[in-house]
């Protein structure tokens, strides 16, 4: 099985939490051999990652930028650092520049490499272009099923 995540960044501590159960909860019931694929962002990215690796299974990287950790949250560099080490496979888009493009881009590449889509998602529309909205018209365009989790108490700001 293997599953990409989008989902919302710089989410409040509470939310995390409430995510990282959820995430930890469904994967645990996933078939193996389990294989994680993430762009390692704060947030459901990493989130997703730690429970794939926690669970046993495998993480794939997908870097949508060199300039990509530049543009992360200078907290977030060592848990991204500790993740991307960990991954048994790593693809590096050719964007210099970490745009929304770049991230779009990378987002839909992930899904070549899935059989489903885990939403870390509100269900409100994008902030921005390659939001977490985007990502998922992107999987129902592909026919990539979407899985969706925001638990009850979860907010972003």
């Keep these: 099985m293997r599953i990409a995540i989008s989902g919302h960044r710089l ?10 159960d959820e995430l930890r909860g469904a ?9 994680g694929v993430s762009c390692l962002a704060d947030g459901a ?5 730690q429970a794939v690796l926690e669970n ?4 794939v990287a997908v ?3 060199a300039e990509y950790r530049e543009n992360l949250p200078e907290e977030h ?12 496979d790593v693809h590096e888009l050719p964007f210099t520049e970490s745009t929304s493009e770049a991230h779009q881009a990378a987002s839909e590449f992930m899904l ?4 489903q889509l885990w939403a870390v998602w509100d269900g409100k529309p994008a902030r921005g272009f390659g939001g977490t909205a985007d990502v998922v018209q992107a ?13 009850a108490g979860a907010s972003r700001d």
């Excluded at 046993?56 to 993480?59: A, D, I, K, Q, V």
């Design 56 to 59: 046993g299974g495998e993480l």
């Design 45 to 49: 990215d990493a989130l997703f990652a």
């Design 112 to 115: 070549t490499l899935a059989d």
């Design 27 to 35: 994967l645990t019931a996933q078939p193996t051999p389990l294989i």
């Design 139 to 151: 999987a129902e365009r592909t026919n990539v099923p979407v899985r969706v989790f925001w638990p």
């Design 77 to 88: 560099h060592a848990t991204y650092d500790r993740l991307l080490a960990a991954a048994t």
């Design 63 to 65: 870097i949508p930028a």
């Design 11 to 20: 989410l409040p501590a509470e939310t995390e939490t409430l995510v990282l």
